[in-house]
């Protein structure tokens, strides 16, 4: 059995002997553990840092392309270098190393196929209010979108079992992690969550430049999951209220009429056709937009298909 550690890092030459040297050296069930790193177009001494302790894999990318890109580059590397199992953890040493060892023994027990390290939240200091809030927000939504119970979705402290990690496509450009969750969930995978610990912050998260790039990302994060991952609700939703309004609006302007008073109200009347119009044609775009989550999911079992063939 084999396990693969992948850190994907952007500018870490700092803090990547911590976190490296805080990772097991050996887990009761595993053959052999493996450290990968993704360099995201590090300006720094990162990767000489990397071969001067020895890591094992280096993959570089030639430019910055993103913690989502990172990610799937990582997850590649590792399939392709044999990993049965592959955790992901940050370079910052955010997660206590020892706890990779919780993440992967439901895998090694055939429990689970993806496991997410949950982190104590809300006893977190250095999480402001509005990050913990967000945090719950994004939480809820993917267990909404997903069907799943994860407590944690934003963690990126994670273990994905060789054919779980087959299955998966990213398609964000900003993170991995709720997306990754979303499908699990859709594609039956078993997905669980185990408590973890955290370290004190090294340096401020990277993903965001100030709060409030932080809460405009995440909001944008959770649009686009409904948007790609539940289409015909988000949008079969949008269409009722507007369709709603519409008609609620054109009672009211027939209200006056039937009284004898339609003089002063026609732009009620103008308001209802517009709404009515869009309302409709809001609803028809959510069975367009079903028909081509159909088609993807067609395309990614076609992919599994070959996969299994290859």
């Known amino acids: 059995m084999k396990l693969i550690i992948q850190i994907p890092c952007l500018n870490e030459e700092e803090f990547l002997p911590i976190a490296f040297n805080d990772l097991p050296k050996d887990i009761e069930g595993i053959d ?28 570089s990318l030639s430019h910055n392309q993103g913690l989502a890109v990172a990610f799937m580059v990582g997850i590649d590397r590792c399939l392709t270098e044999g990993a049965d199992i592959i955790v992901n953890t940050d370079a910052d040493n955010q997660y206590v190393g020892a706890d990779i060892e919780k993440l992967v023994r ?16 809300m006893d977190t200091n250095h999480f402001s209010p509005i990050k913990k809030m967000l945090q719950r927000l994004g939480s809820w939504v993917v267990r909404l979108a997903s069907g799943t119970g994860i407590p944690d979705a934003p963690s990126g402290f994670r273990a994905i079992s060789r054919s779980a990690a087959k299955e998966l496509n990213v398609f964000s450009e900003y993170t991995y992690t709720l997306e990754t969750i979303i499908q699990a969930g859709q594609k039956n995978m078993r997905i669980t969550s185990v408590p973890i610990r ?17 809460v405009q990302r995440s909001i944008l994060t959770i649009l686009r999951i409904f948007v790609v991952y539940k289409p015909f609700a988000f949008f079969m939703g949008i269409g009722i209220t507007l369709l709603s309004l519409g008609i609620l609006i ?16 026609i732009q009620s009347l103008i308001l209802t056709a517009i709404l009515v119009g869009i309302g409709f044609q ?25 996969q299994k063939y290859e």
């Open 32 to 59: 052999k553990i493996e450290v990968l790193i993704v360099d995201d177009g590090s300006t720094d001494g990162t990767v000489a840092v990397a071969r001067e302790m020895g890591i094992d894999h280096v993959v």
């Open 106 to 121: 439901p895998i090694l027990n055939g429990e689970s196929d993806i496991v997410i390290g949950a982190r104590p939240i």
């Open 198 to 214: 955290t370290n004190g912050e090294l340096r401020p998260s990277r993903l965001f430049g100030n709060i409030f790039q932080y």
């Open 250 to 265: 054109g009672v009211r302007y027939l209200y006056f009429v039937f009284n004898g008073d339609p003089d002063g109200h």
């Open 282 to 306: 809001t609803i028809l775009i959510s069975f367009v937009a079903d028909l081509l989550a159909v088609n993807r999911r067609l395309l990614e079992g076609l992919k599994k298909r070959l």
